[in-house]
Each structure stands twice: as structure tokens, then as C-alpha cells.
């Protein structure tokens, strides 16, 4: 059974900082790719990063510079460190992961999702 536990949001202000972390247990497979998506309200779901076991990483361009994913293979538990933050970052950030040694950044290509935590920055 698998099962992906988000942890980290929060409210914050402008400017300041986050972590989220997500831990997944239940998986077979050595591989797992895994990603953060946010939605907001009223918005489509879109992906912020991705990383897999490689340490291949994406960012979308909105995120650049200011948030940071990491990954620890052992643990199948990954970290999104949120710098710089912006009132638009405010969003219901989704943890996700597939079994896989690669990455999409399609979010319908991960098989799995966390129940999502909320992040606000006024």
C-alpha cells in the first residue's frame, strides 16, 4: 500500500521561508521519481519540480532561483526548501511519485499523490 505523508505548510510573509517534505513508503521498486504540483484556487494543478533517484532535477521558470528540491533516496522522503516567497506561491502544494527511473513533468503521469498542504503568503 502506498503512501505519501506531506509535512512543512504553513503561513507566512512575503519574503520569508518554507520546507515541505514528503515521505513515501510502500514502494518495491529501488526507483521512484517524485515531484511537488501546487494548485490554486480557481487554477489548473501545474508542477513546480521534480527529481529522481539520479538527482535529475526540474523547475518550472516561476520557481527558479528560489526553491530548492532534494531527495533522500534511502528514505523515499523528499524536501521542497520554498526562499523568496511571494504572494502568489500561495497554493495547495501536492506531493507526488511514480515508481520510475525517470521523470515527467505531466502531473497525469504520476501514479501516486499526497492529500496536499497548504501554503499562504500575504
Known amino acids: 500500500h502506498v503512501q505519501l505523508v506531506e509535512s512543512g505548510g504553513g503561513s507566512v510573509q512575503a519574503g520569508g521561508s518554507l520546507r515541505l517534505s514528503c515521505a513515501a513508503s510502500?514502494?518495491?521498486?529501488?526507483?521512484?521519481?517524485m515531484g511537488w504540483f501546487r494548485q490554486a484556487p480557481g487554477k489548473e494543478r501545474e508542477g513546480v519540480a521534480t527529481i529522481d533517484n539520479f538527482g535529475r532535477l526540474t523547475y518550472a521558470d516561476s520557481v527558479k532561483g528560489r526553491f530548492t528540491i532534494s531527495k533522500d533516496n534511502a528514505k523515499n522522503t523528499q524536501y521542497l526548501q520554498m526562499n523568496s516567497l511571494k504572494p502568489e506561491d500561495t497554493a495547495m502544494y501536492y506531493c507526488?511519485?511514480?515508481?520510475?527511473?525517470?521523470?515527467?513533468?505531466?502531473?497525469?503521469?504520476?501514479?501516486?499523490w499526497g492529500q496536499g498542504t497548504q501554503v499562504t503568503v500575504s
Open positions: 507526488a511519485a511514480r515508481p520510475r527511473s525517470y521523470c515527467s513533468g505531466d502531473p497525469a503521469w504520476f501514479s501516486d
Open positions: 510502500g514502494y518495491t521498486y529501488n526507483f521512484v521519481c
